[in-house]
T-cell receptor, first 113, second 113 residues
Framework: EAQVTQNPRYLITVTGKKLTVTCSQNMNHEYMSWYRQDPGLGLRQIYYSMNVEVTDKGDVPEGYKVSRKEKRNFPLILESPSPNQTSLYFC????????????FGPGTRLLVL | KNQVEQSPQSLIILEGKNCTLQCNYTVSPFSNLRWYKQDTGRGPVSLTIMTFSENTKSNGRYTATLDADTKQSSLHITASQLSDSASYICVVSDGSTLGRLYFGRGTQLTVWP
């Protein structure tokens, strides 16, 4: 089944403890992207990647890192999480980043205490 | 500044009625405009994608229109069903930076029986 998977789905952590949220797609898509969604603010793009070893900043990259060492995986890294990074995170992928359907993962709920 | 504004913020309609959601954007240059449906707690699902040369596109009971001159789009839902209750999100792609997306805050639609 074609899908985007994220792990973990739920995470509670404490300020300053490094964490990684994984994202994987099995559709051989070149484009992958991370978003966060907060009440009243909607979805905002954090980072995106047009292909392996190519990443670019979105709207709200501060406090986040990403890497794209292989096509199928695009992990989101929080080196020193803070409470303002408590949010719902979505990973998505599409064939090329152009005018085609983007497929979203199920989301990761993160709570930083 | 590139922005996407949606109206209304929320809307309640009776089952079987039609409704129209609005999206205005300032993103320039423009590449494409997408409408997504997002059920509570789930990832967005693509409804339509329109490029500069397209001014209407349908997906079942959903019809999107685009006026690239006035930078406006609408999503029309015909014969609404209870399952249409969701958030509808307008997303505009930046034509100068492939992969860079700008999101509206969404219209929360509630369909009552």
């Amino acid at each position: 089944e074609a899908q985007v998977t994220q792990n973990p789905r739920y995470l509670i952590t404490v300020t300053g403890k490094k964490l990684t949220v994984t994202c994987s797609q099995n559709m051989n898509h070149e484009y992958m992207s991370w978003y966060r969604q907060d009440p009243g603010l909607g979805l905002r793009q954090i980072y995106y990647s047009m292909n392996v070893e190519v990443t670019d900043k979105g709207d709200v990259p501060e406090g986040y890192k990403v890497s794209r060492k292989e096509k199928r995986n695009f992990p989101l890294i929080l080196e020193s999480p803070s409470p303002n990074q408590t949010s719902l995170y979505f990973c998505a992928s599409s064939y090329s980043g152009g005018a085609e359907t983007q497929y979203f993962g199920p989301g990761t709920r993160l709570l930083v205490l | 500044k590139n922005q996407v504004e949606q109206s209304p913020q929320s809307l309640i309609i009776l089952e079987g009625k039609n409704c129209t959601l609005q999206c205005n954007y300032t993103v320039s240059p423009f590449s494409n405009l997408r409408w997504y449906k997002q059920d509570t707690g789930r990832g967005p699902v693509s409804l339509t994608i329109m490029t500069f040369s397209e001014n209407t596109k349908s997906n079942g009971r959903y019809t999107a229109t685009l006026d690239a001159d006035t930078k406006q789009s609408s999503l029309h839902i015909t014969a609404s069903q209870l399952s249409d209750s969701a958030s509808y999100i307008c997303v505009v792609s930046d034509g100068s930076t492939l992969g860079r997306l700008y999101f509206g805050r969404g219209t929360q639609l509630t369909v009552w029986p």
